[in-house]
């Protein structure tokens, strides 16, 4: 059963919302969500895990749901360093000192690596799903579109009328029409304030560089028919990390959702309907 979002916990960082199943103290796995995207985005994942297993847990990014939003001026531009450094404060708020598997998705992976770097010996392994490699490598004008057409959308249809529009982007034609209704609420919830600091994080983001610093086991997967991160950049990713790419299936970028049972085999998740 996914838990309800857990009151915020305070941190010397600032408060964090989040959900939890199973055990909190043999918490394994902490999964960061995407750019349009809130810990909900998980509920295949947590669903999986009962009171008794080891534990998972599922955040709410800086400016995310409950959490609060990074402490900076209207028009700084984050990098990745400010989300992992609340991501440590965070776990350490919650008295977990163990070496955790980290589970970036989309955007997620840029924080889940630059966490990697900051603090590698508490990172047993990380797990790349459907990965943005951050808009660092491009052109500063195509940079500059990428972030500009994604900020007005928003500005022009706030989250409500953004999620109606690109919550089918994230999934393929054939999903039901309640995974659609899922995604799209969840998107609906993001704050503007946070997103654009995601937003803006993501156009100076560079996941290559992060992983050339690596050392942990990583995993690198997504689905075969994701329009947002297609499978070549995912590969890419992959290649740089030294290992493999793992295919989900004919799924979209949604695939922690879409492709819940790939997904979970890929964790060392119990099967749902397993007792």
């Known amino acids: ?40 985005s998980w509920a295949a994942q947590l669903a999986a895990v009962k009171p008794h297993q080891p534990g998972l847990l599922a955040w709410d990014a800086p400016g995310y749901g409950d959490s609060e939003g990074l402490s ?55 797990v790349l799903l459907a990965p943005a490699q951050g808009h660092a490598r491009l052109d500063a004008a195509q940079r500059e579109r990428l972030l500009h057409d994604r900020l007005a959308a928003l500005a022009n249809l706030g989250p409500a009328g953004m999620a109606q529009q690109r919550a089918t982007a994230m999934l393929t034609p054939d999903a039901p029409t ?8 969840v998107m609906a919830q993001i704050q503007p304030r946070g997103y654009t600091q995601a937003a803006r994080m993501l156009s100076g983001g560079d996941l290559l560089a992060d992983l050339a610093q690596l050392r942990c086991p990583v995993r690198v997967a997504s689905g075969s028919a994701d329009r947002i991160t297609p499978p070549a950049g995912c590969q890419q990713v992959a290649a740089a990390a030294g290992v493999a790419w793992t295919d989900l299936g004919p799924v979209g970028h949604a695939c922690p959702l ?18």
């Open 1 to 40: 059963m996914v838990s309800a979002p857990a009151p915020r916990i305070d941190t010397l960082l600032g408060a964090i919302g989040y959900r939890q199943a199973g055990t909190l103290a043999s918490t394994r796995l902490v999964l960061l969500h995407g750019i349009g995207s809130g810990s909900a």
């Open 178 to 185: 309640e995974l659609v209704a899922m995604v799209q609420a």
């Open 258 to 275: 879409q492709a819940g049972p790939a997904v979970n085999a890929l964790l060392g998740l119990p099967d749902v309907g397993a007792t």
């Open 72 to 126: 900076l001026s209207d028009d700084a531009w984050p990098d990745a360093t400010p989300y992992a450094t609340r991501l440590w404060a965070w776990l350490d708020a919650l008295g977990l000192t163990q070496p955790l598997t980290l589970v970036g998705h989309s955007l997620g992976a840029l924080m889940a690596a630059r966490a990697a770097v900051l603090q590698p010996q508490r990172v047993a392994a990380l």
